[in-house]
């Protein structure tokens, strides 16, 4: 079973906790390293960004393969059997403000984690955020790394909450057991009136939006990016 991959549950990036690089890859016969699962799958990266909020969530995620799911048309009650994408979950992190007054989450070290992430190896395709980080995002992203940014909101319609559950519930993602996201994910509420999924009073939706965020790209964009691993494979997690 996959452990959280950070030496903590929850980061300020200036605490002096780190990326866990052997939790999330290890070395090959040369010494470089390379990701423990799926290591030529495009990565897709969301951030539910905010630089003076309470938390950031980060996540990243991958496509796996395909299953097959049965579904019954409500209309002529016909079954039927479709292909969907599945992902697996390789990181989520809860980033905190720093404890001093006045200070902002330290956008820099964000970059820098990014950075760390696609140095052992992991072949990231798309970083998306929503509108809170959007110009961060455009500005430093594709003036600093070599990958796409792109602008992703979870919270406008819940198209991508509703992908999330049915993707749970017919056993299409896999995550590691991260307290911070089954917490928020288990506090969620759906507004049918406004079509809308947002988080219980005094609760938050921080790294729940970034699984979300990151799970929508890899099941729905894996196909604008070759990464030169062809097409993508079937794992069983």
Known sequence: QARHPYSAESTHLTDGHELLKSALALKDKDGQWTPRVNPDAPRFIHLDASRTGDCFGFAMAHPTGYI??????????????????????????????????????????????????????????????????????????????????????????????????????????????????????????????????????SRSKDTSDAVCGAVWSAMTRYGEYDTGGGSISISTF
């Open 68 to 201: 097959a799911v049965t579904t019954t048309d409500p209309i002529t009650g016909e079954q039927v059997v479709e292909q969907r994408t599945k992902a697996y979950v390789d990181l989520i992190l809860q980033i905190r403000k720093p404890p001093e007054a006045g200070a902002e989450i330290p956008w820099s070290r964000v970059i820098r984690l990014i950075k760390e992430i696609k140095s052992i190896g992991f072949q990231v395709a798309l970083c998306t955020t929503d509108m809170a980080g959007q110009g961060l995002m455009q500005q430093d992203v594709a003036a600093e790394m070599d990958m796409e940014s792109d602008y992703l909101s979870v919270d406008r319609t819940d198209e991508q909450y509703v992908a999330l559950k049915m993707a749970i519930l017919e056993k299409r993602v896999s995550f590691y057991n991260y307290a911070p996201f089954i917490d928020e994910l288990m506090n969620l509420q759906h507004n049918k009136e406004s079509g809308k999924c947002d988080h219980l009073p």
